[in-house]
């Protein structure tokens, strides 16, 4: 059983180094006496931004809890049951939900997995777009935001796995969408794929507060916070009155050892903005009805979804560090077994 683990916790910017590719000698395949559990024949992996932090010891516990330094790495991934101690569970039942970096798991809390109803659309979909990140762009921006017909709405990290979903949702609504990223080729992507109105690349915009304004002369209603620091500074010198603020992410920070400052924060009071942060994990109990939702929607072809795939467990750590340089276009996700 082929597994990623974490070396040691970590300071500063993640390498692929601190992670390491080992093979079991023995292959643990049994479930510990008395567990109603499941095993798991792993297929896709997801990459996400929070796993960063899970890599560091903090002293007070965060909503996840930190990795163990020397064990496998956990995240969000795809599995097939290979057996089942669990009544509600059989042989071949397609799952989602917390696995191990890993080709096979021992899941002895299976109550906390997705069961995958749906075929017909690609199961790596369920690492994305029918996963976290799918549930994260739907609450955060039809509950978080409350959005309008006609509002002004920027998308931060817009061609990533949550961005891509919350620039759709807002032109589905009939909204002025405005998107960040950081090459040519996803502003490329955000215009001619996603339908975005404009897309700028922020890596190449030397006065960030100028660029917004060129983009939005009216002002922001709606701002999809994804990145924090510097984007997040100038957005607050441009939102207009009782504009919202849904702060989903702040990924530019989560490798800083001293997260930078941000100081407008007096257009809050002035403009009337409110500034909601909100944890996906909160909301999982409305997982099937959001997919009940948007599968027609993929299946008409009016919500479109971009991967990036990687192939081999042994190219996950590099496929994580890849987004905090935003080397991905589009989900990342890392293909261990085709079913
Ligand atoms: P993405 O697929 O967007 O991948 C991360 C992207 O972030 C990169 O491709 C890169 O895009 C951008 N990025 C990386 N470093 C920086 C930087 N220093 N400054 C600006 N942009 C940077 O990730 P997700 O869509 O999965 O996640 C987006 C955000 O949502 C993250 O902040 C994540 O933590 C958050 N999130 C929050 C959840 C919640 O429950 N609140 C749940 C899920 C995600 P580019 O090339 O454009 O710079």
Redesign the pocket.
Known sequence: NKKVILKNYITGFVKETDMELITSDTIQLKLPEGLPGLIAKNLYLSC???MRSRMSKHDEPSYVPDFVAGSVISGFGVSKVVYSGHPDFSVGDLVWGMIGWEEYSVITNPESLFKIKDIDVPLSYYTGILG??GL?AYI?FYEICSPKQGEYVFV?????????LVGQFAKLMGCYVVG????DE?VDLLKSKFDFDEAFN??KEPDLNATLKRYFPKGIDIYFE????A?LDAVLLNMRRHGRIS?????????LEKPEGVYNLMPIITKRIRFK?????DYYHRYYKFVEKIIPDIRQGKIKYVEDQVEGLENAPAALV???????????LVVIAHE
């Open positions: 996400d931004p929070y976290m990140p994260t955060g931060s990290a817009a061609s990533g796995a949550v961005g891509q960040s990223a950081g090459s996803k922020y890596k994804n990145v924090g620091g984007m702060a989903c992410g702040m990924i530019s920070q989560y490798n942060g909100f944890v996906i994990l890849g987004l905090y340089k935003g080397l991905n276009v589009g989900k990342q």
